[in-house]
């Protein structure tokens, strides 16, 4: 796979050597064991895969390109790069500027760009409608274009079962960026609908099966349904594809769910005419952090920390997980550790943040699961751990550790 320049200041060494001596080990990335950092009175597991993935790197490369390429130019960005309060506060540092924040709320009017300026596509994509405005401006909207190659995947996957007179049921949060980009570029080549949760799923399933009336069903999906889109036509034949950073099982319960409701309406012998064989798109990097804290949870522990933005989808998935099993802290940087009594973490519902007390046990040794999102640095996990291993007196030890793992 194609390797990407980041700013070393992402880096860590010592999370490069674990990940490099993992993938030696496991070239076939079947083994999801989490990796033991063994201090003595403190034990950190880190789950097999975390961090930076393809699209953010790629996405992260170009920006920086792009800020070397166009000096004393204005650079603009549709909105934030990535879910990433580090990676984003840098390129504002930088000059960087947003049009747009994550809502789609428009913080830079687009009146006032011109042709000389540059923009810059984040990695979720965009809309039609958002590129549209740009080029009227005279700006090559795709010469920065760091969307995801997974969102494309989804893209390309919707048209080809578009061109097969499917509509498109998306898997997604409505209000996401990559939602709201695949919105648009499936209602543009067949009628498309936005379902949020398997509660959303089962009431289009009571429409499809005439439960419920057309009102109801306007009520529940309103404003997330193309434009003439017809729910006593356009749900007979559906395919379904999702927001790359949802949950796997998720997304593989909503699509077996209207599957079934497909079959009931219409006879398992005429499935095929009615519901496309659309195939898991959620990205690589999102089923392997997935897969490795299922695999990290089967470690016994005291608590886990989940690092990663407040409105990254992909980082809250994973403090799901964690949340079913243990206490768990969702964190955006070390900054959030306040000392050793007392943590800032997010709710990965609401995204508040709340001060908590006690999170570390009173006890004589303690285990910590820990992971992070594809968006946040592997300088953010080194971070944390150097922190939590200061409080127990520990630190020193990580020098070690890393030859260790380097060698």
Known sequence: MKSFEVPTGYRSNLISAIKQKRKDQDKLKKDFSPTLLDFGNLKIYLARHFGFCYGVENAINIAYKTIEENQGKRIFLLSEMIHNPQVNADLTKRGVQFLQDTSGNELIPLDTLNADDVVIIPAFG????LEAKIIKKGIDIQKYNTTCPFVEKVWNRS??????????????KPKHEETRA????????????????????IVLGSFILGKISKEVFEEQFKGRYSKNFDPTVHLDKIGVVNQTTQLATDTQA???????????????????????????TLCYATNDNQSAVIGLLETSAD?????????????SHLVELCEQKLPTY???DASKIINKDQIQKTDWKNKES????DYLPKKESISILMTSGASCPDAVVEAVIHKITSFYGVEDKLEEIEKIWSN
């Not at 209207?258 to 095929?272: D, V």
């Open 182 to 201: 695949t919105f648009s570029h499936a209602a543009s080549n067949t009628p498309s609908i936005v379902v949020n949760d398997m509660e959303e799923a």
């Open 254 to 280: 909503i699509s077996d769910y209207l599957k079934n409701i497909i079959i009931e309406k219409f006879g398992s012998e005429n499935i095929k005419e009615h519901f496309a064989d659309t195939r898991d």
């Open 159 to 172: 048209e080809q079962i578009a061109k097969k007179g499917y509509s498109i049921v998306i898997h997604g």
């Open 354 to 357: 709340v001060i908590v007390s």
């Open 303 to 315: 608590l886990a920390i989940v690092m990663g933005g407040k409105n990254s989808s992909n980082s």
């Open 330 to 332: 969702f964190i955006d």
């Open 126 to 129: 965009t809309t039609l409608e």
